[in-house]
């Protein structure tokens, strides 16, 4: 394999890897706030409340873990970016987007509505909650989806970036 063709399959590869980093940083961020806000410090609901307060605590340390998991794993592949200096930050931005914002409406529509694990707050009128939470995911989808769209490859004149932009 010639130069030419190696320099354009890493940068296909960091281009992933941005999208990927930024995606699993996201997703991992807003179930963090969700476990930490909602779960913690407002107790509106666990993870899992269909049983015990002992099984809904259980279910929050297992979903705060992988919270964690994800956030690391995310900020683990952009020090390796920037270690690389192949950070391409509006594609990590979109990624970081797409992620907090899917796994968000994941939440409001599979495990709200569908499964039926929780709700956001156990009130009577829950459908403005549920509007504003799929509203917020919604944007977050869109947001995301504009920023990669505008990072496709042929978009940018390098294709990889520093970190600087």
């Known amino acids: 394999m010639d130069s030419e063709t190696m320099n354009i399959k890493n940068k296909e590869n960091y281009r992933t890897r941005n999208l990927w980093s930024g995606i699993l940083f996201g997703l991992g ?6 476990e930490t806000v909602f779960h913690q410090l407002l107790r509106w609901h666990h993870f899992y409340d269909k049983s015990t307060t002992d099984i809904g605590l259980i279910s929050d340390g297992l979903f705060h873990a992988f919270s964690w998991f994800a956030t690391i794993g995310g900020l683990f592949m952009l020090a390796d970016l920037r270690r690389r200096n192949a950070l391409w930050l ?6 970081v987007l797409l992620g907090a914002g899917v796994f968000q409406l994941y939440d409001g529509i599979v495990q ?3 499964m039926r694990l929780h709700q956001i707050r156990y009130v ?8 504003v939470w799929n509203i917020i995911a919604i944007a977050m989808v869109v947001t995301g989806v504009i920023l990669l769209y505008q990072t496709r490859p042929h978009q ?10």
Not at 124 to 131: A, P, Q
Not at 156 to 165: A, L, Y
């Open 112 to 114: 709200h509505k569908l």
């Open 156 to 165: 940018q004149t390098g294709g990889i970036v520093s970190h600087d932009q």
């Open 90 to 95: 509006n594609r990590w931005w979109g990624g």
């Open 29 to 34: 961020l807003v179930a963090f706030i969700d």
């Open 124 to 131: 009577e009128n829950v459908i403005i909650y549920d509007i």
